[in-house]
């Protein structure tokens, strides 16, 4: 069972606090999270970037280089991102050169999506220190220079521009699962919604259910839909091929969680045309959990 998705049952106060903080009963030293594929490399080789975290969902690290987290398995790590279970902190291991790292808040209104570009060199440790209102980059106690720049928004096509329609609502009842967009071609929507607790998605999604996601996460409620329009979306597109990013909602003993980490897919759009999102219902299991893939299809 992955622990930061199923939250023990304690006392309710107590579960409560961990639906929206990080504290999990994970190991407080592991190994940093190896970004590139292929056999680790020694430490003079390679450089780390980490963040100690401040024990509740505030920053979190979605995308490194634009590559979201695609790899399964590691439970030190919260859904679809490169945070940590423990502090909502990271530590993350690269290959030297200059490298973007793309963050979200959730406790910003607005929403914040950013990213933070510099060089790092090999055999360097470098740190992100505060929080997600007021935070630097060091090296060795010292800060250094960090580039940020929004994560740019679609411009949606005008109604009488060619364009393209995407779509999403629930096909099932209160206890079904959404399909949640987190960036289509690298870029947001404005605006973007919290999915409580921990994740800024392009659906709507309302205070109620934010609300019954705390309750239920003290394993005393199960998560409904409480909002007919939860995880409802309607965008228009650009004509053409598009990347898409995105979660499908699990459901294991009435608790929502999201995938372990983010799937995509490419899709060709045709100018005038209408789609549905639609759920895969062959799901694959993760760690226990099934979790579905989506599928685009005309209306």
Avoid at 7 to 31: G, N, Q
Avoid at 108 to 124: D, E, H, S, V
Avoid at 176 to 200: E, F
Wanted: proline share 6%.
């Amino acid at each position: 069972m992955n622990i930061h998705r199923i939250r023990p049952v304690i006392l309710m106060t107590t579960a409560f606090v961990l639906s929206v903080s990080c504290l999990s009963l994970l190991p407080t030293s592991t190994p940093p999270f190896q970004v590139w594929e292929g056999p680790p490399r020694p430490l003079g080789e390679t450089a780390t970037f980490t963040y100690k975290g401040t024990g509740a969902y505030g920053l979190l690290l979605y995308a490194i280089d634009g590559q979201p987290r695609s790899r399964h398995g590691d439970n030190r790590l919260l859904e679809g991102s490169f945070s940590n279970t423990l502090m909502c902190g990271f530590d993350v291991t690269v290959l030297p050169g200059e490298h973007s790292f793309e963050f979200y808040t959730v406790d910003t209104n607005p929403l914040q999506i950013f990213t933070l570009r510099f060089p790092m060199a090999a055999g360097k440790t470098y740190a992100l220190e505060g929080s997600s209102k007021v935070f630097k980059v060091t090296l060795e106690g010292a800060p250094i220079m960090a580039a940020r720049e929004d994560v740019p928004a679609i411009i949606e096509p005008a109604e009488g521009d060619p364009h393209a329609t995407l779509e999403f609502r629930r096909e099932g009842g209160a206890m079904d699962v959404n399909a949640y967009l987190l960036r289509i071609d690298g870029k947001i929507r404005s605006p973007m919604y919290k999915r409580h607790p921990r994740w800024a998605v392009m659906n709507y999604s309302g205070l109620a259910s934010g609300i019954v996601n705390s309750i239920g996460g003290t394993g005393m409620l199960v998560q409904a839909n409480v909002e007919a329009d939860e995880g409802k979306l309607s965008i228009r597109l650009e004509p053409g091929r598009h990347h898409i990013e995105y979660f499908v909602e699990t459901m294991y003993l009435g608790q929502r969680g999201l995938g372990d980490s983010v799937r995509s897919l490419d899709f060709d759009f045709e100018s005038g045309k209408s789609y549905r999102i639609v759920l895969e219902r062959d799901p694959v299991k993760v760690e226990g959990v099934e979790e579905s893939s989506i599928a685009i299809v005309g209306k």
